[in-house]
């Protein structure tokens, strides 16, 4: 595995030019039957999907999907156990300091010295990736101003506020004029003016440069901005699509009725597929159908099963429910349920 040491030396070394932005026909990213394991343990299993040129695209999954590992292969600090990763045609394994030149990379972690200046902390940057004097000068200028903080270039880090400090990491990262930036939970630590900020200046990379993005979240309001998403499960991909297509394919309402326990909730479950013909499914001590005319079903349950129901609920389906439609289960289990 390499280290961000180890990475940083071999792009001084790399003597290729910086990334131009283009992708000569690939799409920025591929993964083919991508898989990982540690040891024992299959973190990520068989992953195929592409990203498209200029979208901001989202990693969702609970903790423990295989994130974290995914982030780490793309930014070439693992290599794979099996199949493939390129971006913008490169393989993550084989050639990573192509992939490099072409990848701008956010980890969660900050990697910003405080002590340092805005400016010089960019320098640094840039110095790592071959950039030197005027064109270094006026690229830490240009990323600045992207990211509004033009006015803050000789101030010191540690003077700066949380979002402020994250948008220098984005501008770090797009020192090189990357076309894929990979963001590794980018919100966290965000009140919520800066993470809308931040969104902000993500579509306007993708609009004005056509960058493509990469996010990996845990947060649902998160994914909800991201022009198309993958959704993963215990290493695998359970959906693909845009958020409002994955939360079309589930048709009309939710409607949730809340028993007392499991095994009440199966018994209603039971009670309904026998009266209404539905096949709803139990999550904990719930019940939840999806139903065109939500309302109206949930007042005839409610009449046919009195005493039977703690609370109702209906709303439009969310990516929860999307989550809970592919796997069965709850994006964060609660300790009664079991992983089913
Ligand atoms: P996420 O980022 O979505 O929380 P991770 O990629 O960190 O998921 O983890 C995916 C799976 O791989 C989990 O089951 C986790 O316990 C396991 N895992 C992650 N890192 C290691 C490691 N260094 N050694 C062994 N297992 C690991």
Redesign the pocket.
Known sequence: MATVQQIAQSLQESSRSVGSGEFSGHAPIELDRLS?D??S????DGLSFDVRPAEIFGLL????????????ILSTLMVPTGGQAHIAGFDVATEPNRVRQQTGIVFQATSLDVKLTVAENLMHQGHLYGLRGAQLQTRAKDVLARVGLADRARDLVETLSGGQKRRVELAKGLIHSPSVLLLDEPSTGLDPGARIDLWNYLRILRDEQGVTVLV?T?LMEEAEHCDRLAI?N??KLVALGSPTELKAEIGGDIVQFETRSPEDAKTLAAGITQRFAVQPSVVGNAVRVEREHGHRFLTEVVEAFPGAIESVSVAKPSLEDVFIQRTGHRFWLEKNEEKS
């Open positions: 990982h540690y040891g343990r299959l973190a990520l999954g609970p903790n423990g999907s295989g994130k974290t590992t995914l982030f780490r990996t845990h993963l215990a290493g």
